[in-house]
C-alpha cells in the first residue's frame, strides 16, 4: 500500500476513534433525562423539560451555572482528546505526505 494512502486511512482511524472517545466521556448537563416529574407544588423557574415538567429555581441555576462554565471544566477528557487527536492527524499526515529525500551519492 502507498505511503500517502496509508497516512491517509490512519488519520481518518484517529479522527473515527477521538469523535468516538469524545461521545463516551462527555458529560451531560444537569437534569437532562429526568424519568419522573418531582414538582410539587413550590416556586418554579418558569422553564420546562420536554415533558412539561417545570424546573425548580434550585435546578435551573445549576443548568445555567453549567451552560456558562468553561468547555475545559465541563468536558476535560473530550477537549484534552480533541487536541490528542489534531496533534496525531497532523504528524501522521506531515510524515505520511512527505517526500522522502534522495542520496547524492
Not at 468536558?75 to 501522521?92: E, K
Request: proline share 6%; glycine share 4%; charged share 25%.
Amino acid at each position: 500500500m502507498n505511503k500517502k494512502i496509508k497516512s491517509v486511512l490512519i488519520a481518518i482511524a484517529i479522527v473515527v476513534v477521538s469523535i468516538i472517545a469524545i461521545n463516551v466521556t462527555t458529560n451531560h448537563q444537569p437534569y437532562e433525562n429526568r424519568s419522573t416529574c418531582d414538582y410539587k407544588g413550590g416556586p418554579t423557574s418558569g422553564f420546562e423539560d420536554e415533558n412539561d415538567c417545570p424546573y425548580t429555581i434550585k435546578e435551573a441555576k445549576e443548568i445555567t451555572d453549567y451552560q456558562a462554565s468553561p468547555i475545559f471544566t465541563r468536558q476535560p477528557v473530550g477537549v484534552i482528546i480533541f487536541f490528542i487527536a489534531i496533534t496525531s492527524v497532523i504528524t501522521v499526515l506531515i510524515k505520511g505526505l512527505k517526500k522522502p529525500k534522495k542520496n547524492k551519492e
